[in-house]
Protein backbone atom coordinates (compact mmCIF):
# COMPACT_ATOMS: atom_id res chain seq x y z
CA UNK A 1 0.00 0.00 0.00
CA UNK A 2 2.42 2.83 0.69
CA UNK A 3 5.71 1.33 -0.09
CA UNK A 4 4.51 0.48 -4.02
CA UNK A 5 4.35 4.81 -3.92
CA UNK A 6 6.63 6.12 -0.88
CA UNK A 7 10.54 5.35 -1.02
CA UNK A 8 10.93 3.32 2.16
CA UNK A 9 7.58 4.24 4.05
CA UNK A 10 8.95 3.92 7.33
CA UNK A 11 11.93 5.64 7.25
CA UNK A 12 10.25 8.22 4.71
CA UNK A 13 7.87 8.97 7.64
CA UNK A 14 9.99 8.94 10.41
CA UNK A 15 12.11 11.17 9.28
CA UNK A 16 9.50 13.43 8.05
CA UNK A 17 8.37 13.69 11.79
CA UNK A 18 11.82 14.09 12.95
CA UNK A 19 13.17 16.92 10.16
CA UNK A 20 9.65 18.50 11.57
CA UNK A 21 10.51 18.40 15.06
CA UNK A 22 13.95 19.86 14.09
CA UNK A 23 13.09 22.71 12.09
CA UNK A 24 10.87 23.59 14.79
CA UNK A 25 13.62 23.61 17.49
CA UNK A 26 15.42 25.67 14.61
CA UNK A 27 12.37 28.15 14.40
CA UNK A 28 12.39 28.64 18.07
CA UNK A 29 16.33 28.98 18.65
CA UNK A 30 17.94 30.71 15.51
CA UNK A 31 15.03 31.80 13.54
CA UNK A 32 15.44 35.19 14.14
CA UNK A 33 19.34 35.39 14.37
CA UNK A 34 18.50 33.35 10.76
CA UNK A 35 15.93 35.83 9.54
CA UNK A 36 18.17 38.85 10.03
CA UNK A 37 20.57 37.14 7.68
CA UNK A 38 18.35 35.54 4.63
CA UNK A 39 14.82 36.91 5.42
CA UNK A 40 12.93 38.44 2.46
CA UNK A 41 9.72 39.82 5.64
CA UNK A 42 11.65 43.15 5.10
CA UNK A 43 11.59 43.24 1.25
CA UNK A 44 7.92 42.12 1.05
CA UNK A 45 6.32 42.66 4.40
CA UNK A 46 3.53 45.33 4.99
CA UNK A 47 3.89 46.97 8.11
CA UNK A 48 0.81 48.50 9.23
CA UNK A 49 0.27 52.18 9.42
CA UNK A 50 -1.09 53.73 12.90
CA UNK A 51 -4.76 52.74 13.72
CA UNK A 52 -4.82 50.31 10.77
CA UNK A 53 -5.36 46.61 11.43
CA UNK A 54 -2.69 44.35 10.94
CA UNK A 55 -2.35 43.22 7.18
CA UNK A 56 -1.81 39.36 6.28
CA UNK A 57 1.90 39.86 5.14
CA UNK A 58 3.62 41.02 8.12
CA UNK A 59 7.14 41.03 8.04
CA UNK A 60 7.62 38.39 10.55
CA UNK A 61 4.57 36.47 8.05
CA UNK A 62 6.95 36.59 4.93
CA UNK A 63 9.78 35.23 7.20
CA UNK A 64 7.31 32.26 8.41
CA UNK A 65 6.23 31.32 5.07
CA UNK A 66 9.97 32.02 3.74
CA UNK A 67 11.22 29.17 6.54
CA UNK A 68 8.18 26.97 5.78
CA UNK A 69 8.89 26.96 2.07
CA UNK A 70 12.28 26.28 2.25
CA UNK A 71 12.15 23.39 4.97
CA UNK A 72 9.75 21.63 2.63
CA UNK A 73 12.55 21.43 -0.02
CA UNK A 74 15.46 20.89 1.73
CA UNK A 75 13.20 17.70 3.07
CA UNK A 76 12.37 16.66 -0.40
CA UNK A 77 16.02 16.81 -1.99
CA UNK A 78 17.91 13.90 -0.24
CA UNK A 79 14.76 11.79 -1.09
CA UNK A 80 15.86 12.11 -4.86
CA UNK A 81 18.33 9.21 -4.27
CA UNK A 82 17.40 7.65 -0.57
CA UNK A 83 14.81 4.53 -1.75
CA UNK A 84 14.50 2.53 -5.03
CA UNK A 85 10.84 4.18 -5.62
CA UNK A 86 12.13 6.89 -7.54
CA UNK A 87 9.84 6.77 -10.58
CA UNK A 88 6.47 8.17 -8.19
CA UNK A 89 9.52 10.59 -6.17
CA UNK A 90 7.57 13.67 -7.64
CA UNK A 91 3.96 12.92 -6.99
CA UNK A 92 4.93 10.79 -3.42
CA UNK A 93 7.58 13.27 -1.95
CA UNK A 94 7.50 16.54 -3.41
CA UNK A 95 3.83 16.15 -3.90
CA UNK A 96 2.74 15.54 -0.22
CA UNK A 97 4.86 18.34 0.64
CA UNK A 98 3.20 20.85 -0.62
CA UNK A 99 0.01 19.45 -0.02
CA UNK A 100 1.32 19.75 3.46
CA UNK A 101 2.22 23.16 2.82
CA UNK A 102 -0.79 24.53 1.63
CA UNK A 103 -2.92 23.17 4.34
CA UNK A 104 -0.33 25.13 7.02
CA UNK A 105 -0.94 28.39 4.82
CA UNK A 106 -4.61 27.80 5.14
CA UNK A 107 -4.14 27.61 9.04
CA UNK A 108 -2.61 30.86 8.82
CA UNK A 109 -5.32 32.57 6.87
CA UNK A 110 -7.73 31.05 8.79
CA UNK A 111 -5.82 32.75 11.90
CA UNK A 112 -5.80 36.23 10.48
CA UNK A 113 -9.32 35.70 9.66
CA UNK A 114 -10.21 35.12 13.40
CA UNK A 115 -8.26 38.48 14.56
CA UNK A 116 -10.28 40.24 11.56
CA UNK A 117 -13.66 38.88 12.41
CA UNK A 118 -12.91 40.47 16.33
CA UNK A 119 -12.17 43.93 14.79
CA UNK A 120 -14.46 43.99 12.34
CA UNK A 121 -17.27 43.03 15.13
CA UNK A 122 -16.41 45.39 17.79
CA UNK A 123 -16.59 47.81 14.48
CA UNK A 124 -20.29 46.84 14.17
CA UNK A 125 -21.18 46.94 17.96
CA UNK A 126 -19.85 50.51 17.52
CA UNK A 127 -21.71 51.27 14.84
CA UNK A 128 -24.94 49.60 16.29
CA UNK A 129 -24.64 51.51 19.95
CA UNK A 130 -23.11 54.76 18.23
CA UNK A 131 -24.80 55.53 15.45
CA UNK A 132 -22.72 57.79 13.36
CA UNK A 133 -19.62 56.60 14.97
CA UNK A 134 -18.61 54.04 11.71
CA UNK A 135 -18.89 55.16 7.94
CA UNK A 136 -19.28 53.84 5.11
CA UNK A 137 -16.26 53.68 3.95
CA UNK A 138 -14.37 52.42 7.23
CA UNK A 139 -17.38 49.33 6.94
CA UNK A 140 -16.17 48.79 2.98
CA UNK A 141 -12.18 49.51 3.53
CA UNK A 142 -13.05 46.74 5.67
CA UNK A 143 -14.68 44.19 3.60
CA UNK A 144 -12.65 45.02 1.16
CA UNK A 145 -9.35 44.30 2.82
CA UNK A 146 -10.59 40.75 3.89
CA UNK A 147 -11.68 40.19 -0.15
CA UNK A 148 -7.91 40.62 -0.94
CA UNK A 149 -7.19 37.75 1.29
CA UNK A 150 -9.89 35.28 0.49
CA UNK A 151 -9.72 35.55 -3.54
CA UNK A 152 -6.00 34.22 -3.17
CA UNK A 153 -7.37 31.61 -0.84
CA UNK A 154 -9.89 30.19 -3.33
CA UNK A 155 -7.50 30.14 -5.59
CA UNK A 156 -5.14 28.31 -3.89
CA UNK A 157 -7.81 26.04 -2.29
CA UNK A 158 -8.58 24.99 -5.84
CA UNK A 159 -6.04 24.54 -7.89
CA UNK A 160 -5.21 22.17 -4.41
CA UNK A 161 -8.40 20.11 -4.84
CA UNK A 162 -7.34 19.68 -8.57
CA UNK A 163 -3.34 18.65 -7.63
CA UNK A 164 -4.50 15.93 -4.74
CA UNK A 165 -7.41 14.65 -7.58
CA UNK A 166 -4.15 13.56 -9.31
CA UNK A 167 -2.11 12.67 -6.69
CA UNK A 168 -4.35 10.32 -5.63
CA UNK A 169 -5.07 8.68 -8.98
CA UNK A 170 -0.98 8.59 -9.32
CA UNK A 171 -1.00 6.76 -5.76
CA UNK A 172 -4.13 4.40 -6.82
CA UNK A 173 -1.82 4.02 -9.91
CA UNK A 174 1.17 3.16 -8.21
CA UNK A 175 -0.72 0.10 -6.08
CA UNK A 176 -2.67 -1.21 -8.64
CA UNK A 177 0.59 -1.74 -10.77
CA UNK A 178 2.47 -3.17 -7.89
CA UNK A 179 -0.27 -5.76 -7.48
CA UNK A 180 0.08 -6.15 -10.67
CA UNK A 181 3.62 -7.41 -11.67
CA UNK A 182 2.28 -10.44 -8.76
CA UNK A 183 -0.72 -11.30 -10.49
CA UNK A 184 -0.04 -14.79 -11.15
CA UNK A 185 0.51 -15.61 -7.13
CA UNK A 186 -2.21 -13.17 -6.22
CA UNK A 187 -5.13 -14.10 -8.54
CA UNK A 188 -6.36 -16.96 -6.78
CA UNK A 189 -6.77 -14.83 -3.76
CA UNK A 190 -10.32 -14.61 -3.04
CA UNK A 191 -11.81 -11.02 -4.30
CA UNK A 192 -8.45 -10.30 -6.12
CA UNK A 193 -10.13 -8.40 -8.97
CA UNK A 194 -11.82 -6.01 -6.57
CA UNK A 195 -8.82 -5.47 -4.29
CA UNK A 196 -7.06 -4.26 -7.16
CA UNK A 197 -9.49 -2.45 -9.13
CA UNK A 198 -11.86 -0.75 -6.30
CA UNK A 199 -9.73 -1.26 -2.98
CA UNK A 200 -6.52 0.61 -4.18
CA UNK A 201 -8.93 3.38 -5.02
CA UNK A 202 -10.33 3.58 -1.65
CA UNK A 203 -7.23 3.42 0.22
CA UNK A 204 -5.75 6.17 -1.36
CA UNK A 205 -8.64 8.33 -1.33
CA UNK A 206 -9.27 8.12 2.61
CA UNK A 207 -5.90 7.85 3.64
CA UNK A 208 -5.08 11.25 2.25
CA UNK A 209 -8.11 12.66 3.44
CA UNK A 210 -7.53 11.43 6.69
CA UNK A 211 -3.73 12.60 6.73
CA UNK A 212 -4.88 16.00 5.49
CA UNK A 213 -7.10 16.44 8.20
CA UNK A 214 -4.84 15.24 10.95
CA UNK A 215 -1.88 17.45 9.63
CA UNK A 216 -4.62 20.34 9.90
CA UNK A 217 -5.78 19.24 12.78
CA UNK A 218 -2.30 19.35 14.30
CA UNK A 219 -1.36 23.23 12.79
CA UNK A 220 -4.47 24.32 14.11
CA UNK A 221 -3.98 23.17 17.40
CA UNK A 222 -0.11 24.98 17.21
CA UNK A 223 -1.91 27.88 15.99
CA UNK A 224 -4.93 28.12 17.79
CA UNK A 225 -4.34 26.88 21.35
CA UNK A 226 -2.08 29.89 21.90
CA UNK A 227 -4.79 32.40 20.93
CA UNK A 228 -7.45 30.54 22.85
CA UNK A 229 -5.54 30.58 26.23
CA UNK A 230 -4.80 34.51 25.49
CA UNK A 231 -8.49 34.74 25.02
CA UNK A 232 -9.29 32.84 27.77
CA UNK A 233 -8.60 35.22 30.03
CA UNK A 234 -11.58 37.13 29.61
CA UNK A 235 -13.91 34.69 31.03
CA UNK A 236 -13.72 35.31 34.17
CA UNK A 237 -15.56 31.64 35.34
CA UNK A 238 -16.47 29.15 34.35
CA UNK A 239 -20.15 27.29 35.31
CA UNK A 240 -19.82 25.68 38.79
CA UNK A 241 -16.24 25.33 38.44
CA UNK A 242 -15.32 28.69 38.77
CA UNK A 243 -12.36 30.63 37.62
CA UNK A 244 -9.61 28.85 36.01
CA UNK A 245 -6.75 29.60 34.44
CA UNK A 246 -6.94 28.77 30.00
CA UNK A 247 -10.47 27.49 30.90
CA UNK A 248 -11.70 27.29 27.11
CA UNK A 249 -8.73 25.40 26.35
CA UNK A 250 -9.92 23.10 29.20
CA UNK A 251 -13.10 22.99 28.36
CA UNK A 252 -12.18 21.93 24.79
CA UNK A 253 -10.37 19.12 25.32
CA UNK A 254 -12.31 17.86 28.69
CA UNK A 255 -15.13 17.46 25.96
CA UNK A 256 -13.26 16.27 22.75
CA UNK A 257 -11.90 13.38 24.89
CA UNK A 258 -15.28 12.37 26.32
CA UNK A 259 -16.67 12.33 22.39
CA UNK A 260 -13.54 10.47 21.29
CA UNK A 261 -14.02 7.82 24.19
CA UNK A 262 -17.29 7.43 23.75
CA UNK A 263 -17.68 6.80 19.80
CA UNK A 264 -15.03 4.48 19.94
CA UNK A 265 -16.82 2.17 22.69
CA UNK A 266 -19.65 1.91 20.99
CA UNK A 267 -18.73 1.47 17.56
CA UNK A 268 -15.45 -0.81 18.38
CA UNK A 269 -17.33 -3.67 16.32
CA UNK A 270 -17.99 -2.06 12.94
CA UNK A 271 -14.59 -2.15 11.56
CA UNK A 272 -15.35 -5.89 11.23
CA UNK A 273 -18.82 -5.65 10.59
CA UNK A 274 -17.53 -3.59 8.04
CA UNK A 275 -14.65 -6.03 6.84
CA UNK A 276 -16.90 -8.89 6.55
CA UNK A 277 -19.67 -7.03 4.62
CA UNK A 278 -16.71 -6.05 1.63
CA UNK A 279 -16.46 -9.85 1.76
CA UNK A 280 -19.84 -10.84 1.47
CA UNK A 281 -20.34 -8.04 -1.63
CA UNK A 282 -16.95 -9.56 -3.11
CA UNK A 283 -18.52 -13.26 -3.45
CA UNK A 284 -21.90 -11.90 -4.93
CA UNK A 285 -20.35 -9.46 -7.40
CA UNK A 286 -17.76 -12.55 -8.25
CA UNK A 287 -20.60 -15.20 -9.02
CA UNK A 288 -22.22 -12.72 -11.12
CA UNK A 289 -19.13 -12.40 -13.23
CA UNK A 290 -18.84 -15.90 -13.63
CA UNK A 291 -22.51 -16.07 -14.37
CA UNK A 292 -21.34 -13.87 -18.00
CA UNK A 293 -19.55 -16.47 -19.23
CA UNK A 294 -20.60 -19.48 -18.09
CA UNK A 295 -24.66 -20.51 -18.15
CA UNK A 296 -23.65 -23.02 -14.93
CA UNK A 297 -22.89 -20.29 -12.50
CA UNK A 298 -25.29 -17.30 -10.91
CA UNK A 299 -28.09 -19.75 -11.37
CA UNK A 300 -31.62 -18.34 -9.43
CA UNK A 301 -30.95 -20.57 -6.13
CA UNK A 302 -27.13 -19.94 -5.90
CA UNK A 303 -27.89 -15.90 -6.97
CA UNK A 304 -30.58 -15.88 -4.11
CA UNK A 305 -28.60 -17.26 -1.30
CA UNK A 306 -25.35 -15.09 -2.29
CA UNK A 307 -27.92 -12.19 -2.03
CA UNK A 308 -29.63 -13.00 1.20
CA UNK A 309 -25.85 -13.33 3.16
CA UNK A 310 -25.27 -10.11 1.68
CA UNK A 311 -28.69 -8.91 3.74
CA UNK A 312 -27.64 -10.23 6.46
CA UNK A 313 -24.83 -8.81 6.87
CA UNK A 314 -25.94 -5.37 6.06
CA UNK A 315 -29.14 -5.68 8.20
CA UNK A 316 -26.19 -6.70 11.32
CA UNK A 317 -24.22 -3.58 9.85
CA UNK A 318 -27.37 -1.14 10.36
CA UNK A 319 -28.33 -2.53 13.92
CA UNK A 320 -24.84 -1.68 15.64
CA UNK A 321 -24.86 1.96 13.45
CA UNK A 322 -28.52 2.31 14.99
CA UNK A 323 -27.00 2.68 18.30
CA UNK A 324 -23.85 4.19 17.05
CA UNK A 325 -25.28 6.80 15.13
CA UNK A 326 -27.42 7.77 18.49
CA UNK A 327 -24.65 8.35 20.61
CA UNK A 328 -22.53 10.30 17.39
CA UNK A 329 -25.68 12.82 16.73
CA UNK A 330 -26.25 13.88 20.60
CA UNK A 331 -22.27 14.21 21.02
CA UNK A 332 -22.38 16.53 18.12
CA UNK A 333 -25.42 18.47 18.41
CA UNK A 334 -24.50 18.75 22.46
CA UNK A 335 -21.14 19.61 21.21
CA UNK A 336 -22.29 22.49 20.04
CA UNK A 337 -23.63 24.50 23.26
CA UNK A 338 -20.44 23.69 25.51
CA UNK A 339 -18.95 27.07 24.81
CA UNK A 340 -22.20 29.12 24.74
CA UNK A 341 -22.62 27.32 28.25
CA UNK A 342 -18.76 27.62 29.40
CA UNK A 343 -18.93 31.75 28.48
CA UNK A 344 -22.34 31.86 29.65
CA UNK A 345 -21.05 33.76 33.45
CA UNK A 346 -18.57 36.13 31.54
CA UNK A 347 -21.62 37.05 29.05
CA UNK A 348 -24.18 37.45 31.26
CA UNK A 349 -21.33 39.87 33.31
CA UNK A 350 -20.70 42.13 30.35
CA UNK A 351 -17.09 41.02 30.57
CA UNK A 352 -17.30 40.61 26.55
CA UNK A 353 -17.90 42.73 23.40
CA UNK A 354 -19.37 41.05 20.14
CA UNK A 355 -15.78 41.15 18.95
CA UNK A 356 -14.07 39.52 21.52
CA UNK A 357 -17.37 37.05 21.53
CA UNK A 358 -16.70 35.80 17.95
CA UNK A 359 -13.30 35.34 18.16
CA UNK A 360 -13.34 33.68 21.56
CA UNK A 361 -15.93 31.33 19.26
CA UNK A 362 -14.29 30.64 16.39
CA UNK A 363 -11.13 29.83 18.67
CA UNK A 364 -12.87 27.71 20.06
CA UNK A 365 -14.48 25.71 17.52
CA UNK A 366 -11.25 25.74 15.76
CA UNK A 367 -9.48 23.97 18.71
CA UNK A 368 -12.07 21.28 19.77
CA UNK A 369 -12.24 20.38 16.39
CA UNK A 370 -8.89 19.46 15.73
CA UNK A 371 -9.14 17.81 19.41
CA UNK A 372 -12.35 16.00 18.35
CA UNK A 373 -10.23 14.69 15.15
CA UNK A 374 -10.97 10.91 15.73
CA UNK A 375 -14.68 11.62 16.92
CA UNK A 376 -15.44 13.40 13.56
CA UNK A 377 -13.11 11.21 11.54
CA UNK A 378 -14.65 7.18 13.38
CA UNK A 379 -16.96 6.76 10.44
CA UNK A 380 -14.02 7.41 7.88
CA UNK A 381 -11.68 5.48 10.18
CA UNK A 382 -13.88 2.67 10.21
CA UNK A 383 -13.83 2.21 6.55
CA UNK A 384 -10.19 2.49 6.61
CA UNK A 385 -9.39 -0.28 9.09
CA UNK A 386 -11.96 -2.30 6.16
CA UNK A 387 -9.89 -1.74 3.57
CA UNK A 388 -6.74 -2.02 5.14
CA UNK A 389 -7.32 -5.46 6.59
CA UNK A 390 -8.51 -6.86 2.81
CA UNK A 391 -5.15 -5.42 1.33
CA UNK A 392 -3.41 -6.93 3.83
CA UNK A 393 -4.28 -10.20 3.70
CA UNK A 394 -3.52 -9.42 0.01
CA UNK A 395 -0.30 -8.40 0.19
CA UNK A 396 0.23 -11.52 2.50
CA UNK A 397 1.21 -13.80 -0.91
CA UNK A 398 3.75 -10.84 -2.23
CA UNK A 399 7.42 -11.60 -1.50
CA UNK A 400 8.95 -9.06 1.72
CA UNK A 401 11.55 -7.75 -1.18
CA UNK A 402 9.50 -7.64 -4.16
CA UNK A 403 10.33 -4.39 -6.21
CA UNK A 404 8.78 -0.97 -5.58
CA UNK A 405 8.08 1.66 -7.94
CA UNK A 406 6.42 -0.11 -10.64
CA UNK A 407 4.28 1.50 -13.42
CA UNK A 408 2.43 0.35 -16.59
CA UNK A 409 5.89 1.39 -18.88
CA UNK A 410 8.05 -0.13 -16.45
CA UNK A 411 10.62 -2.61 -18.12
CA UNK A 412 10.33 -4.88 -14.69
CA UNK A 413 6.34 -4.44 -14.81
CA UNK A 414 6.25 -6.01 -18.32
CA UNK A 415 8.71 -8.41 -18.44
CA UNK A 416 6.56 -10.08 -16.11
CA UNK A 417 4.46 -11.06 -19.32
CA UNK A 418 7.13 -14.01 -19.16
CA UNK A 419 5.28 -15.16 -16.47
CA UNK A 420 1.80 -15.34 -17.87
CA UNK A 421 3.11 -17.30 -21.03
CA UNK A 422 4.32 -19.77 -18.97
CA UNK A 423 1.33 -19.85 -17.02
CA UNK A 424 -0.67 -20.37 -20.30
CA UNK A 425 1.77 -22.61 -21.87
CA UNK A 426 1.34 -24.96 -18.93
CA UNK A 427 -2.52 -24.68 -18.71
CA UNK A 428 -2.33 -25.36 -22.27
CA UNK A 429 -0.44 -28.87 -22.24
CA UNK A 430 1.95 -27.62 -23.33
CA UNK A 431 1.11 -25.39 -26.35
CA UNK A 432 0.90 -21.34 -26.38
CA UNK A 433 -1.88 -20.02 -26.04
CA UNK A 434 -5.64 -19.19 -24.33
CA UNK A 435 -7.37 -21.82 -23.07
CA UNK A 436 -11.12 -21.83 -22.57
CA UNK A 437 -12.04 -19.67 -19.14
CA UNK A 438 -8.62 -18.39 -18.46
Given at each position: ?????????????????A????C???WF????????I??????????A??G????????DK??????????G?L???P???I?D?????????????T??????????????????Y?????????????????????????????????????????????F?AH??????R?????????????????????????????F????????V?????????????????????N????????????????V???????????L??????????????Q????????E????E?????????????????????????????L?????R??????????????????I??G??????????SNA?????D????????W???????????????????I??????G?????????????????????????K???????
Amino acid sequence: MFRSFFPNPKLFFGSALAWTAFCMVVWFTIGPALSNIIGLGSVFGQVAAEGEAEPFLTPDKVWLYQFVVMSGILFCIPWYWIGDNRRWYWWSVVGSVTIIEVVFFDVQIGAWMNAWYGEFYNMFQGALTNPGSVSLEQIYGELWTVLYVLLPRIAVLVLNAFFIAHYLFRWRRAMTFFYMSHWPRLRGVEGASQRIQEDTQRFANIVEGLAVALVSSIMTLLVFLPLLWTLSQNITELPIIGPVNGSLVWVALMSAVAGTVLLGLVGIKLPGLEFQNQRVEAAFRKELVYGEDDPERARPLDTKEFFLGVQRNYFRLYGHYLYFNVARYIYLQGANFVPLIAMSPSIAAGALTLGLFQQVSNAFGQVEDSFRFLANSWTTIISLISVYKRLRTFEANIPPGAISGVDYDDPRYLATEAEFRALITDLDGGKEGVPPGL
